[in-house]
Protein backbone atom coordinates (compact mmCIF):
# COMPACT_ATOMS: atom_id res chain seq x y z
CA UNK A 1 0.00 0.00 0.00
CA UNK A 2 2.89 2.26 0.66
CA UNK A 3 3.72 1.63 -2.84
CA UNK A 4 0.65 2.53 -4.26
CA UNK A 5 0.91 5.89 -1.73
CA UNK A 6 4.40 7.11 -2.39
CA UNK A 7 3.66 6.60 -6.85
CA UNK A 8 0.43 8.55 -6.42
CA UNK A 9 2.16 11.62 -4.50
CA UNK A 10 4.75 11.19 -7.03
CA UNK A 11 2.57 11.11 -10.10
CA UNK A 12 0.68 14.60 -11.37
CA UNK A 13 -2.55 12.67 -10.84
CA UNK A 14 -3.34 15.46 -7.79
CA UNK A 15 -2.08 18.16 -9.94
CA UNK A 16 -4.36 17.72 -13.44
CA UNK A 17 -7.03 19.20 -11.50
CA UNK A 18 -5.12 22.24 -10.96
CA UNK A 19 -3.22 22.32 -14.40
CA UNK A 20 -3.24 25.96 -15.65
CA UNK A 21 -2.16 25.06 -19.04
CA UNK A 22 -5.70 22.91 -19.42
CA UNK A 23 -7.88 25.43 -17.97
CA UNK A 24 -9.99 28.31 -18.55
CA UNK A 25 -10.53 31.37 -16.52
CA UNK A 26 -13.21 30.90 -14.52
CA UNK A 27 -15.27 33.03 -12.28
CA UNK A 28 -14.51 32.49 -8.52
CA UNK A 29 -18.29 32.18 -7.78
CA UNK A 30 -18.42 29.60 -10.51
CA UNK A 31 -15.61 27.73 -8.97
CA UNK A 32 -17.02 28.10 -5.46
CA UNK A 33 -19.68 26.49 -6.54
CA UNK A 34 -18.21 23.86 -8.38
CA UNK A 35 -16.51 23.18 -5.11
CA UNK A 36 -19.26 22.81 -2.82
CA UNK A 37 -21.55 21.20 -4.66
CA UNK A 38 -19.10 18.16 -5.28
CA UNK A 39 -18.10 18.53 -2.06
CA UNK A 40 -21.75 18.13 -0.82
CA UNK A 41 -22.25 14.73 -2.67
CA UNK A 42 -19.73 12.72 -0.70
CA UNK A 43 -18.86 10.49 -3.05
CA UNK A 44 -15.29 10.17 -4.01
CA UNK A 45 -15.55 8.82 -7.92
CA UNK A 46 -17.56 11.92 -8.45
CA UNK A 47 -15.13 14.80 -7.07
CA UNK A 48 -13.91 18.13 -7.83
CA UNK A 49 -11.20 16.27 -9.45
CA UNK A 50 -12.83 14.36 -11.41
CA UNK A 51 -14.86 16.87 -13.05
CA UNK A 52 -11.24 19.08 -13.79
CA UNK A 53 -9.80 16.12 -15.56
CA UNK A 54 -13.11 15.38 -17.51
CA UNK A 55 -12.69 19.33 -18.09
CA UNK A 56 -9.34 18.97 -19.74
CA UNK A 57 -9.91 16.02 -21.60
CA UNK A 58 -12.84 17.48 -23.01
CA UNK A 59 -10.78 20.22 -24.18
CA UNK A 60 -8.02 18.41 -25.47
CA UNK A 61 -10.77 16.29 -27.31
CA UNK A 62 -12.50 19.39 -29.09
CA UNK A 63 -9.27 20.82 -29.92
CA UNK A 64 -9.05 18.22 -32.07
CA UNK A 65 -12.68 17.99 -33.80
CA UNK A 66 -14.19 19.74 -36.52
CA UNK A 67 -16.53 22.93 -35.46
CA UNK A 68 -15.88 22.12 -31.45
CA UNK A 69 -15.76 24.99 -28.91
CA UNK A 70 -13.05 23.76 -26.78
CA UNK A 71 -13.68 26.42 -24.39
CA UNK A 72 -17.55 25.47 -24.15
CA UNK A 73 -16.17 21.74 -23.94
CA UNK A 74 -13.84 22.63 -21.22
CA UNK A 75 -16.88 24.58 -19.16
CA UNK A 76 -19.94 21.99 -19.69
CA UNK A 77 -17.04 18.88 -18.68
CA UNK A 78 -16.56 21.20 -15.34
CA UNK A 79 -19.99 21.36 -14.99
CA UNK A 80 -21.20 18.11 -16.15
CA UNK A 81 -22.04 16.23 -13.08
CA UNK A 82 -23.29 19.21 -10.79
CA UNK A 83 -26.81 18.27 -11.13
CA UNK A 84 -26.41 14.61 -11.67
CA UNK A 85 -29.43 13.21 -10.32
CA UNK A 86 -27.98 9.73 -8.96
CA UNK A 87 -25.62 12.10 -6.86
CA UNK A 88 -28.75 14.33 -5.32
CA UNK A 89 -32.39 14.39 -5.46
CA UNK A 90 -34.74 16.03 -7.56
CA UNK A 91 -36.15 18.88 -5.89
CA UNK A 92 -32.06 19.63 -5.10
CA UNK A 93 -30.88 19.32 -8.84
CA UNK A 94 -33.48 21.54 -9.90
CA UNK A 95 -32.30 24.03 -6.94
CA UNK A 96 -28.84 23.45 -8.16
CA UNK A 97 -30.16 24.24 -11.83
CA UNK A 98 -31.57 27.56 -10.94
CA UNK A 99 -28.24 28.33 -8.55
CA UNK A 100 -25.97 27.46 -12.12
CA UNK A 101 -28.17 29.57 -14.32
CA UNK A 102 -28.46 32.37 -12.28
CA UNK A 103 -24.10 32.33 -11.30
CA UNK A 104 -23.73 31.73 -15.36
CA UNK A 105 -26.11 34.90 -16.60
CA UNK A 106 -24.50 37.12 -13.93
CA UNK A 107 -21.28 36.67 -15.07
CA UNK A 108 -21.25 39.66 -18.22
CA UNK A 109 -19.15 37.73 -20.94
CA UNK A 110 -18.36 34.53 -19.40
CA UNK A 111 -20.85 33.00 -21.74
CA UNK A 112 -23.85 33.78 -23.49
CA UNK A 113 -27.41 32.67 -23.12
CA UNK A 114 -26.87 30.41 -25.77
CA UNK A 115 -23.83 29.24 -24.76
CA UNK A 116 -25.56 28.37 -21.22
CA UNK A 117 -28.28 27.00 -23.15
CA UNK A 118 -25.77 24.68 -24.65
CA UNK A 119 -24.29 24.27 -21.31
CA UNK A 120 -27.20 22.37 -20.15
CA UNK A 121 -28.23 20.45 -22.56
CA UNK A 122 -24.99 18.72 -22.12
CA UNK A 123 -24.58 18.20 -18.49
CA UNK A 124 -28.40 17.05 -18.82
CA UNK A 125 -27.55 14.66 -21.68
CA UNK A 126 -24.05 13.56 -19.92
CA UNK A 127 -24.42 9.78 -18.93
CA UNK A 128 -24.08 6.33 -19.38
CA UNK A 129 -27.57 5.63 -18.51
CA UNK A 130 -28.84 7.81 -21.71
CA UNK A 131 -26.54 6.03 -24.03
CA UNK A 132 -28.14 2.92 -23.29
CA UNK A 133 -31.82 4.14 -24.48
CA UNK A 134 -33.47 2.96 -27.15
CA UNK A 135 -32.93 5.40 -29.83
CA UNK A 136 -30.16 7.18 -28.51
CA UNK A 137 -27.55 9.04 -31.20
CA UNK A 138 -25.07 11.14 -30.12
CA UNK A 139 -24.95 12.71 -33.08
CA UNK A 140 -28.33 15.12 -32.56
CA UNK A 141 -26.25 16.94 -29.88
CA UNK A 142 -23.60 19.48 -29.83
CA UNK A 143 -20.20 18.18 -31.01
CA UNK A 144 -19.21 19.45 -27.26
CA UNK A 145 -21.69 16.98 -25.79
CA UNK A 146 -19.34 14.25 -27.92
CA UNK A 147 -16.58 15.63 -26.72
CA UNK A 148 -17.27 15.72 -22.67
CA UNK A 149 -19.34 12.12 -22.87
CA UNK A 150 -16.05 10.62 -24.07
CA UNK A 151 -14.41 12.56 -21.11
CA UNK A 152 -16.33 11.10 -18.59
CA UNK A 153 -16.15 7.53 -20.52
CA UNK A 154 -12.37 7.83 -20.89
CA UNK A 155 -12.21 8.89 -16.90
CA UNK A 156 -14.04 5.76 -15.93
CA UNK A 157 -11.50 3.46 -17.51
CA UNK A 158 -7.67 2.87 -16.39
CA UNK A 159 -6.32 2.99 -13.30
CA UNK A 160 -8.24 6.92 -12.30
CA UNK A 161 -11.15 4.28 -12.71
CA UNK A 162 -10.51 1.35 -11.32
CA UNK A 163 -9.64 3.54 -7.72
CA UNK A 164 -13.03 5.13 -8.48
CA UNK A 165 -14.90 2.12 -8.43
CA UNK A 166 -12.67 0.85 -5.07
CA UNK A 167 -13.75 4.44 -3.78
Known sequence: MNLFLNLFEMSDIRKRKYDNTAQITLPAALKSFISATMA???????DEAHCYRVANSAKLIAESE????????YI?????????SKLQDENSSLSAGDTLRN???SEKDFVTSE????IFLIIKSVGYKNIIKEGYD?????VEYRCVQDA??????GAIGVARCFA
Open 138 to 142: AFKLP
Open 115 to 118: QIDT
Open 103 to 105: LLT
Open 66 to 73: DGADPRLA
Open 76 to 84: AGLLHDVLD
Open 152 to 157: DLLDAI
Open 40 to 46: SFGCCAH
